[in-house]
Antibody, heavy 120, light 111 residues
Framework: QVQLQESGPGLVKPSQTLSLTCTVSGGSISSGSYYWSWIRQPAGKGLEWIGRIYTSGSTNYNPSLKSRVTISVDTSKNQFSLKLSSVTAADTAVYYC????????????WGQGTLVTVSS | QSALTQPASVSGSPGQSITISCTGTSSDVGSYNLVSWYQQHPGKAPKLMIYEVSKRPSGVSNRFSGSKSGNTASLTISGLQAEDEADYYCCSYAGSSTFGVFGGGTKLTVL
């Protein structure tokens, strides 16, 4: 069973870069079964896709965030990462990493989520 | 991509059945039998409840069922229990070159 764990700073200053890592256990990030995904949820609001990466390194990003987002994968560490630049208070949210099934498009494994607050 | 449309809230009494709708377009819900549903309790990560319109992952109660007609998918919960009170989100596959489209979420209250 795949398990995911987000890690990174819980507080980021405005205009700086938010950096989070998702560590995968119980499975290989090199598996071709999943897109490795980031999703966020502002307090009291719905789920928002940030983007995803395949094991090949191919990425898809939310158009509304595309200019500020980079998702990368480190197969040696079985991790994938998120960088979101030039953050503002609007980027304050719980950030989740999750697996997105390659064939059927569902999110079957989720990390517990990590709250990132953008504030000076 | 526009978000899928869900009712903001639904409610039901214990033992009753409720249905949550999820309306998309011919580019997402209507084109693929790849709708999934997620349950989210406060402070918790979403949990997959239904995938491929009507399939249940191992461990999910058979009180949860899914269906689809045209551009609208539905989640039905029968025999409502207090523990079912949560937010529910639908998500539809929208093509291989992009990720899925979420619904706005529905808050289920068990009266």
């Amino acid at each position: 069973q795949v398990q995911l764990q987000e890690s990174g700073p819980g507080l980021v200053k405005p205009s700086q870069t938010l950096s989070l890592t998702c560590t995968v256990s119980g499975g290989s990030i090199s598996s071709g079964s999943y897109y490795w995904s980031w999703i966020r949820q502002p307090a009291g609001k719905g789920l928002e896709w940030i983007g995803r990466i395949y094991t090949s390194g191919s990425t898809n990003y939310n158009p509304s965030l595309k200019s500020r987002v980079t998702i990368s994968v480190d197969t040696s560490k079985n991790q994938f990462s998120l960088k979101l630049s030039s953050v503002t208070a609007a980027d304050t949210a719980v950030y989740y990493c999750a697996t997105y099934d390659f064939w059927s498009g569902y999110l079957d494994y989720w990390g517990q989520g990590t709250l990132v607050t953008v504030s000076s | 991509q526009s978000a899928l449309t869900q009712p903001a809230s639904v409610s039901g009494s214990p033992g009753q059945s409720i249905t949550i709708s999820c309306t998309g377009t011919s580019s997402d819900v209507g084109s693929y039998n790849l709708v999934s549903w997620y349950q989210q309790h406060p402070g918790k990560a979403p949990k997959l409840m239904i995938y491929e319109v009507s399939k249940r992952p191992s461990g999910v109660s058979n009180r949860f069922s899914g269906s689809k007609s045209g551009n609208t998918a539905s989640l039905t919960i029968s025999g409502l229990q207090a523990e079912d009170e949560a937010d529910y989100y639908c998500c539809s596959y929208a093509g291989s070159s992009t990720f899925g489209v979420f619904g706005g979420g529905t808050k289920l209250t068990v009266l």
